[in-house]
T-cell receptor, first 112, second 116 residues
């Protein structure tokens, strides 16, 4: 099956710092999503981004599909940004929606 | 829009009992839903695909007789953990794709199962 690798596994930053999270995947994809899992386990949709660049406030993401990687940028970090960030992909199948394959996540801690 | 709910949010049961978890798409229809499992400090793993009006498809290594899935309507899928054992204790999460111009998947809040 498709492989998804995220880096770094852990990241500790001071409030106000910027960060870049990376996601590498091993095959062509229909779908790539970034999520933030809050302390209660809820997955918060950040971006649907199988290709291109998107921005939403302090967060932005870029996926270079031809090189099979995606980056999530967080600027001016706040303590509420702490948590686990997951990248998940749906392998290209040409058919309907398939389940997502998740990376192992990046555990981000923002210190005040 | 695109809200997915799960019930219950938390359940504790005795070993050997069965537990049913519901997943509902509240404001859209979903012919397909997905069930995932997440063990502590680990990532999410796809368990099965729930198909409205037909049998579920299971990922390799997932026992279909233990994890019964029923997709009774376009807004409801249920996962029943039969004869639960302590090793089935986990966080179970469902998702549904909002199939319009994209296949963005929306996730429920999860159900934490503890088997004593």
């Amino acid at each position: 099956g498709i492989q998804v690798e995220q880096s770094p596994p852990d990241l500790i930053l001071q409030e106000g710092a910027n960060s870049t999270l990376r996601c590498n995947f091993s095959d062509s994809v229909n779908n790539l999503q970034w999520f933030h899992q809050n302390p209660w386990g809820q997955l918060i949709n950040l971006f649907y981004i199988p290709s291109g660049t998107k921005q939403n406030g302090r967060l932005s993401a870029t996926t270079v599909a031809t090189e099979r990687y995606s980056l999530l940028y967080i600027s001016s970090s706040q303590t509420t940004d702490s948590g686990v960030y997951f990248c998940a992909v749906e392998k290209y199948s040409g058919g309907g929606a398939d389940g997502l394959t998740f990376g192992k996540g990046t555990h981000l801690i923002i210190q005040p | 829009g695109a809200v997915v709910s799960q019930h219950p949010s938390r359940v504790i049961c005795k070993s050997g009992t069965s537990v049913k978890i519901e997943c509902r798409s509240l404001d859209f229809q979903a012919t397909t839903m997905f069930w995932y499992r997440q063990f502590p400090k680990q990532s999410l793993m796809l368990m099965a695909t729930s198909n409205e009006g037909s049998k579920a498809t299971y990922e390799q290594g997932v026992e279909k007789d233990k994890f019964l899935i029923n997709h009774a309507s376009l807004t409801l899928s249920t996962l029943t953990v039969t004869s639960a054992h302590p090793e089935d204790s986990s966080f179970y999460i469902c998702s549904a794709p909002l199939v319009m111009r994209t296949d963005t998947q929306y996730f429920g809040p999860g159900t934490r199962l503890t088997v004593l």
